[in-house]
Nanobody, 121 residues
Framework: QVQLVESGGGLVQAGDSLRLSCAVS????????IGWFRQAPGKEREFVAE???????SYADSMKGRSTISRDNTKNTVHLQMNTLKPEDTGIYYC???????????????WGQGTQVTVSS
């Protein structure tokens, strides 16, 4: 089982930036696609961004142009840089890992415990 630990959340003002990190351990990092979901109070969890094993990236429409996801295969870490934050970006941000199918990793999706992001207006 792969383990994921998020960090970097906090309380910021609208227009500020934050960089979230997801440290991955327990399995071969490069065998996984890694991404982020978020969940606002009273709402369903929604996709934010993903970086695949090949470093191909994808973003939710709400995050395009304001965020960058990247992976550091030497440190087994994924970063999500978020700029020009808005109050609607508030929520708990969860990191996940999916076996990419291009390595030996198998099984379902693994989740981290989440990190709180609060953007005040």
């Amino acid at each position: 089982q792969v383990q994921l630990v998020e960090s970097g959340g906090g309380l910021v003002q609208a227009g500020d930036s934050l960089r979230l990190s997801c440290a991955v351990s327990g399995r071969t990092f490069s065998d996984y696609d890694i991404g982020w979901f978020r969940q606002a109070p009273g709402k369903e969890r929604e996709f934010v961004a993903e970086v695949r094993w090949s470093s191909t990236t994808s973003y939710a429409d709400s995050m395009k142009g304001r965020s960058t996801i990247s992976r550091d295969n030497t440190k087994n870490t994924v970063h999500l840089q978020m700029n020009t934050l808005k109050p609607e970006d508030t929520g708990i941000y969860y990191c996940y890992a999916d076996p990419s199918g291009h390595g030996s990793a198998v099984g379902g999706r693994s989740w981290g415990q989440g990190t709180q992001v609060t953007v005040s207006s």
